[in-house]
Each structure stands twice: as C-alpha cells, then as structure tokens.
C-alpha cells in the first residue's frame, strides 16, 4: 500500500491509449464534425474491451488497423486516380516507345502535380482544416524529385 494509504491502482485501471500517431491520422481522416465521435467511440471501444480481451499490443494493431480503414475510405479515390496515371505512363512507355522522354515526363509532373492540388482542396473541403493538405504537400517534393529526364537515365 503506498505512504498516503490509497489503494494502488488496477492494471487496466490505468489511462490506456492507443498509439498518437494513428489517432492524430483518424482525426486527419475525418470531417471536422465527425472527429470527437467516432475518436470517442473507437477509444471507448479500445479501453472497455479490445485491452482487457487482447492485450495492449494486440489492441494497438486492432487500432491501428481500424483508422487505416477510414483512411482508405477518406482517400481511395485519390489512390486509384495517382495510380491510374502512373500505370497509364507506364503502359504508353510500354506500348510507344521513345528515346526522349522529357515531354513524357512533364507530362506526369503536371498530371502528379494537379492531382495533388485537387486533393488539397478536396481535402480542405471535407475536413474544414488545412492540415491535410499542408501533409499532401510535403509529399509532393518527393514525388518530384522522382520524375524527370534525368531521374530515367543519365545525362550523356
């Protein structure tokens, strides 16, 4: 028994949370107006019985497999349309080829590029935040920075 006489706290008794990381990407995910109950709900969900039936560790893959869920469902639009073009490149490479792919390359910069603009706004729009598309920035010098003429092949 500690010092002041107050019984030591339970095991589960403990504040239990589920890695930051996925709850801050849920909330990303999420209309503005959606974020406090399904964050809640999941939570809830998490403390009062994915814990206690599957451990800590379990229940943070449990966790973190449910907010990828609302991520895909927040982003498989974009995911198809990215990939789409980047397979359509891709076959038209295939099918005609060139020794000069600079226009080529421009081409699915300006595609990548307008892509991720209209995710931006898309974004802002559905969750009222500039949060996620200040994150689909950052990724845009790194697609950049793997397209174009000199990233195929060498310079002569």
């Known amino acids: 028994m500690p010092a002041d006489g107050a ?8 504040v239990l ?16 107006s959606d974020r406090e109950p399904v964050s809640g709900d999941l939570l809830e969900e998490y403390r009062d019985a994915i814990v206690q039936s599957l451990g800590r560790r379990a229940a943070d893959a449990w966790y973190v497999r449910q907010v990828a869920g609302f ?20 076959a038209y490479d295939w099918l ?3 020794t000069d792919f600079h226009v080529r390359a421009e081409w699915s910069s300006v595609v990548s590029v307008s ?5 931006q706004f898309s974004a ?33």
Not at 17 to 32: C, D, F, Q, S, V
């Open 7 to 14: 019984a030591k706290p339970s095991r589960y008794a403990q």
């Open 96 to 98: 005609v080829p060139t």
């Open 71 to 90: 991520v895909w469902r927040a982003t498989w639009v974009w995911a198809l349309l990215l990939s789409g073009s980047f397979v359509f490149r891709t």
């Open 124 to 156: 802002t729009a559905n969750t009222k935040s500039v949060w996620p598309p200040e994150i689909a920035t950052c990724c845009l010098p790194l697609a950049r920075n793997d397209i174009g003429p000199d990233r195929i092949a060498p310079p002569v």
């Open 17 to 32: 949370t589920p890695p930051e990381w996925a709850e801050a990407m849920l909330r990303l995910a999420l209309k503005k």
């Open 115 to 119: 892509s991720m603009v209209t995710l």
